[in-house]
């Protein structure tokens, strides 16, 4: 496990690692926050994987886990954890992980630089 950035502030502005690597706004790591709490355990962070897939070439894929690897990077803003694999983390270099409700509804979004095109729900990416 390599942990790269540890955020805090009450900011909502997106900040990004100083090594760019992956950034977690204030709004995403209140919610991972709330969820974890909602399931009992405080350990739980919110892992992300890119795997190949969807109708643009890659998708997103968000699971909860207390478990880290020996592989994981995390990343960590006022007590919540964002755990990501190696590999997925090439495909996230300077992206936002974002936690956004608005008439469309509720969820986590990336917004990734390196993604040259996506599909319609978001859920997939070329680069």
């Known amino acids: 496990m ?11 502005a997106p900040t990004a690692p100083a090594s760019g ?4 706004t204030a709004s995403a790591a209140r919610r991972i926050l709330k969820v ?6 405080p350990a739980l962070g919110l892992r992300i994987s890119v795997s190949g897939g969807g109708c643009s070439g890659f998708q997103y894929s968000f699971t909860l886990d207390a478990d880290e690897t020996p592989d994981d990077v995390v990343i ?8 990501v694999d190696t590999v ?26 390196l993604a040259t095109s ?10």
Do not use: K, W
């Open 36 to 41: 974890a709490e909602s399931e009992g355990n």
């Open 2 to 12: 390599t942990e790269i950035a540890t955020q805090t502030g009450n900011s909502a």
């Open 118 to 127: 996506s599909c319609g729900c978001g859920n997939s990416f070329a680069v």
């Open 76 to 83: 960590s803003r006022d007590g919540a954890r964002l755990l």
């Open 88 to 113: 997925s983390l090439e495909y996230l270099r300077g992206s936002e992980l974002d936690f956004v409700e608005d008439l469309s509804g509720a969820g986590f979004r990336i917004s990734n630089p």
């Open 21 to 24: 690597e992956l950034g977690l």
